[in-house]
């Protein structure tokens, strides 16, 4: 390890001691999602739709990557893949889920806990019509998680894709869609000064939503 590496423990961030109260929250977290996001979008923060995903292998070996919200109802966000990626396949065997947006600039976090189920295709057609033509190309030339020898291999199957859908518009492709998270527990985390954070936790109840603030 390096110098700088050494004095991680050393580093410390200034805090703009945001408050956050349980009377100011919510009453569905889907709502505080929401407001956070429209926040994090007037702050400009870089990717305020970012999400870190967590899926977890029937080995029990738990798998994280980042993936981008593209739109969010009362019943929780989605994002869009290869349903012939890891996370996918993951998801197939255990729909249990961990999801986690970050807004640094902020001093913000929520998780979501909760399943991930497939949309229907026919949402997954009006996202996909909405798409850069690029970007609808582009979901036809990887096998998503699968080993290949060179970039080359991409770049000659994206032309080879181009050329094929050339003459009209490009299918949804059958092996490509999304995945809603219905939450199950929602935490909300505002960062203060001292390491005194705010957090609360929202549960879901036969009737609504719980919540109940936690230690930091």
Same mark, same amino acid.
């Given at each position: 390890?390096?110098?700088?590496?050494?004095?991680?423990?050393?580093?410390?961030?200034?805090?703009?001691?945001?408050?956050?109260?349980?009377?100011?929250?919510?009453?569905?977290?889907?709502?505080?999602?929401?407001?956070?996001?429209?926040?994090?979008?007037?702050?400009?923060?870089?990717?305020?739709?970012?999400?870190?995903?967590?899926?977890?292998?029937?080995?029990?070996?738990?798998?994280?990557?980042?993936?981008?919200?593209?739109?969010?109802?009362?019943?929780?966000?989605?994002?869009?893949?290869?349903?012939?990626?890891?996370?996918?396949?993951?998801?197939?065997?255990?729909? =249990?889920?961990?999801? $986690?947006?970050?807004?640094?600039?902020?001093? %913000?976090?929520?998780?979501?806990?909760? !399943? /991930? +189920?497939?949309?229907?295709?026919?949402?997954?057609?009006?996202?996909?019509?909405?798409?850069?033509?690029?970007?609808?190309?582009?979901?036809?030339?990887?096998?998503?998680?699968?080993?290949?020898?060179?970039?080359?291999?991409?770049?000659?199957?994206?032309?080879?894709?181009?050329?094929?859908?050339?003459?009209?518009?490009?299918?949804?492709?059958?092996?490509?869609?999304?995945?809603?998270?219905?939450?199950?527990?929602?935490?909300?985390?505002?960062? =203060?000064?001292?390491? $005194?954070?705010?957090?609360?936790?929202?549960? %879901?109840?036969?009737?609504?939503?719980? !919540? /109940? +603030?936690?230690?930091?």
């Amino acid at each position: 390890m390096d110098e700088s590496t050494n004095h991680l423990t050393d580093l410390r961030a200034r805090t703009r001691d945001r408050e956050l109260s349980g009377a100011s929250l919510c009453s569905d977290p889907m709502d505080e999602l929401a407001a956070w996001y429209e926040d994090a979008v007037r702050a400009e923060v870089r990717d305020p739709n970012a999400m870190s995903v967590s899926t977890v292998s029937p080995e029990g070996q738990p798998s994280s990557r980042i993936v981008l919200m593209k739109y969010l109802d009362t019943e929780g966000p989605v994002f869009f893949t290869n349903y012939e990626s890891r996370k996918a396949r993951e998801l197939a065997e255990n729909p =249990r889920v961990s999801v $986690l947006f970050f807004w640094p600039e902020l001093e %913000r976090q929520i998780q979501i806990r909760g !399943t /991930a +189920r497939r949309i229907t295709s026919a949402e997954s057609l009006r996202y996909f019509l909405r798409r850069p033509r690029e970007s609808q190309v582009g979901a036809w030339v990887s096998a998503q998680s699968s080993v290949i020898s060179a970039r080359s291999v991409l770049e000659s199957k994206f032309e080879e894709m181009k050329q094929k859908f050339a003459g009209g518009d490009v299918p949804l492709p059958s092996f490509w869609g999304g995945f809603r998270v219905r939450p199950e527990q929602v935490e909300v985390w505002q960062g =203060r000064k001292h390491r $005194l954070h705010d957090r609360f936790l929202y549960t %879901r109840e036969a009737d609504g939503w719980a !919540t /109940a +603030r936690l230690a930091p």
